[in-house]
């Protein structure tokens, strides 16, 4: 049985199509340390813009519901056609860029983040 990544390797990338290390961007995980992976730069690019588009730059900052429900009205439908998959990438880049200090997350319940 092949392992995951020996799938994405016969897939040759999400579409079949082999991809360029130009065309994917390497994230990070500020829960997990030291963990990374390749994601498609279109659409990190895209989701980046929407959430730091919707983060307020200081405390109060928006719950993941709120941030979840905000992010959709700002990405290119051609990329997310219906909002598709925008809760995964939403958490992916919120994610990385907690773990690259761009935003912030405050230590309240629910957790709210913010841009840094």
């Known amino acids: 049985m092949k392992g995951n990544g020996d799938r994405k390797k016969a ?19 500020v829960n997990v340390p030291g963990y990374e992976t390749r994601i498609d730069r279109r659409k990190y690019e895209a989701m980046k813009k929407a959430l730091l588009n919707v983060l307020p730059r200081k405390a ?7 941030m979840l429900g905000a992010v959709p009205a700002h990405l290119p439908a ?4 219906g909002g598709a998959k925008a809760g995964w ?19 309240t319940k629910p957790l709210r983040w913010h841009r840094a």
């Open 78 to 81: 051609e990329l997310f056609p």
């Open 60 to 66: 109060p900052g928006l719950t993941q519901v709120e």
């Open 11 to 29: 897939r040759g990338g999400v579409s079949g199509v082999k991809r360029g290390a130009a065309d994917r961007v390497t994230v990070r995980n």
């Open 89 to 107: 990438w939403a958490k992916t880049v919120q994610l990385d860029l907690e773990a690259k200090g761009e935003i912030g997350r405050e230590k």
